[in-house]
């Protein structure tokens, strides 16, 4: 138990408090996370080696008595901040400022301890303070967090939102904690729950276990505890051994390629926060037929370039068993694979498929001025009509590509050079 005296904890407020009425708490993870970084060998493991706990912005929810919107607005409006009304009946708001998101709800039931037995887990039900440094633990969260144990505050809270079944794996993995026994027989006992959530919602939560290897054992069991199956309906025991695998083989090609190592832990995109390797676990997991694979993705509305990036890596990385490839059947593959070579690199060496037999591809994929892997035209489309007097067509198309794969095997090696080579074609 902390002593309320003596915990002022240190928040980065985005705003002045002395907007905030007396009456209000900060809630939830923010509450938790500033606890557990007094400790800072334990801030020090998380950042490390669960980059999902290093949050790009600062995240704060407070609850108040009344008038939570009111005062979101408010708030918004001083400081010129977006102001987004999340839930109108339930009277919840959000402020987003250029580093931060706040959001305001209204306290459900007569008092903050009514509000705090509401919730998921013990962890996440303590209430604090700004204005008295006051700590409100009813439920013994901060004596549930020295033992580093996840505790549910009741298996009737964890059905109100089932998605909570899931939170529980998640926040396991992002704290290092394990899970207490009662309350993980009553996920069990509810998994089939899991189904009512939305499929963006259960998403997030398997995004949040593929991004590094301190996950994979919590997905694992979330398996195991049938709380997947509904999503990866072809997913096996071996499966998702092979998770484990593939953490090994990023480590592995790390080692040996830093650079790779960086590129796989890049997101595929600003806006979508899946990185390589965590779209080459997702391969691990769904169907390895493309096209049954797709579909799996899209029914938990991973977006197109998340969906591209699996079904490449799944189709392209058996390529890397063959024992020689030619240049033009390098040329090829990397044209296919753009971006997507980190995650089909390693899911080939999680795949067994010896580091040594795809070395030369990992350094041309590395080398920016490698012809194989980054071709550099020698002329434009329109340059080779005016040239040969051409219409724009499919053949143009054709011929392109022959040029550059004409230029990869060393026939030609300027604009000259590949006219009369595309000549030559047309001729023959």
Same mark, same amino acid.
């Given at each position: 138990m902390y002593d309320a005296n003596s915990s002022n904890l240190s928040f980065d407020y985005p705003f002045s408090l002395e907007l905030l009425p007396k009456t209000a708490y900060m809630v939830g993870g923010a509450v938790r996370d500033a606890i557990l970084c007094r400790d800072a060998k334990y801030e020090v493991s998380t950042r490390e080696k669960f980059r999902v706990s290093t949050r790009e912005y600062l995240d704060l929810d407070f609850v108040l008595p009344c008038d939570a919107v009111k005062v979101a607005r408010k708030i918004a409006k001083h400081y010129k901040a977006g102001f987004v009304l999340l839930d109108p009946q339930r009277q919840i708001a959000r402020v987003v400022f250029p580093e931060a998101t706040v959001d305001f709800a209204?306290?459900?039931?007569?008092?903050?301890?009514?509000?705090?037995?509401?919730?998921?887990?013990?962890?996440?039900?303590?209430?604090?303070?700004?204005?008295?440094?006051?700590?409100?633990?009813?439920?013994?969260?901060?004596?549930?967090?020295?033992?580093?144990?996840?505790?549910?505050?009741?298996?009737?809270?964890?059905?109100?939102?089932?998605?909570?079944?899931m939170r529980a794996y998640r926040q396991a993995a992002q704290l290092g904690f394990t899970i207490e026994t009662d309350t993980q027989t009553a996920i069990r006992s509810?998994?089939?729950?899991?189904?009512?959530?939305?499929?963006?919602?259960?998403?997030?939560?398997?995004?949040?276990?593929?991004?590094?290897?301190?996950?994979?054992?919590?997905?694992?069991?979330?398996?195991?505890?049938? /709380?997947?199956?509904?999503? %990866?309906? *072809?997913?096996?025991?071996?499966?998702?051994?092979?998770? !484990? &695998? @593939?953490?090994?083989?990023?480590?592995?090609?790390?080692?040996?390629?830093?650079?790779?190592?960086?590129?796989?832990?890049?997101?595929?995109?600003?806006?979508?926060?899946?990185?390589?390797?965590?779209?080459?676990?997702?391969?691990?997991?769904?169907n390895p037929d493309v096209e049954v694979a797709e579909i799996e993705l899209q029914k938990l509305t991973y977006s197109r370039a998340e969906i591209k990036g699996v079904t490449t890596a799944l189709k392209l990385f058996p390529q890397l068993k063959l024992?020689?490839?030619? /240049?033009?059947?390098?040329? %090829?593959? *990397?044209?296919?694979?753009?971006?997507?070579?980190?995650? !089909? &690199? @390693?899911?080939?060496?999680?795949?067994?498929?010896?580091?040594?037999?795809?070395?030369?591809?990992?350094?041309?994929?590395?080398?920016?001025?490698?012809?194989?892997?980054?071709?550099?035209?020698?002329?434009?489309?329109?340059?080779?009509?005016?040239?040969?007097?051409?219409?724009?067509?499919?053949?143009?198309?054709?011929l392109l590509m022959e040029i550059a794969v004409g230029q990869v095997e060393g026939k030609i090696s300027t604009p000259a050079e590949a006219i009369a080579f595309a000549r030559q074609l047309l001729e023959g």
């Open positions: 209204q306290q459900s039931g007569e008092s903050i301890e009514t509000d705090l037995h509401r919730r998921d887990f013990t962890v996440n039900a303590i209430a604090y303070n700004p204005h008295t440094q006051e700590i409100i633990d009813p439920l013994q969260g901060c004596a549930d967090l020295e033992r580093r144990m996840m505790k549910m505050i009741s298996p009737a809270n964890l059905q109100d939102d089932p998605l909570r079944l509810l998994a089939s729950h899991i189904t009512e959530v939305a499929a963006e919602r259960v998403r997030v939560e398997i995004n949040y276990l593929l991004l590094s290897s301190q996950g994979t054992p919590w997905i694992t069991r979330a398996w195991e505890d049938n /709380l997947l199956a509904p999503f %990866f309906k *072809f997913a096996t025991s071996e499966s998702f051994a092979k998770l !484990t &695998a @593939v953490d090994d083989s990023a480590v592995k090609l790390a080692e040996n390629w830093q650079q790779l190592g960086v590129k796989l832990q890049e997101y595929v995109r600003d806006t979508v926060k899946s990185t390589w390797l965590s779209i080459a676990k997702l391969a691990c997991l769904v024992s020689h490839m030619s /240049l033009r059947e390098q040329y %090829f593959f *990397f044209q296919e694979a753009g971006f997507v070579f980190p995650a !089909t &690199a @390693v899911l080939a060496v999680g795949h067994n498929i010896l580091v040594e037999a795809i070395a030369p591809l990992i350094d041309r994929y590395l080398n920016p001025d490698d012809l194989v892997s980054h071709p550099t035209p020698l002329l434009s489309g329109k340059e080779l009509i005016i040239a040969l007097g051409i219409p724009a067509s499919p053949l143009l198309g054709k």
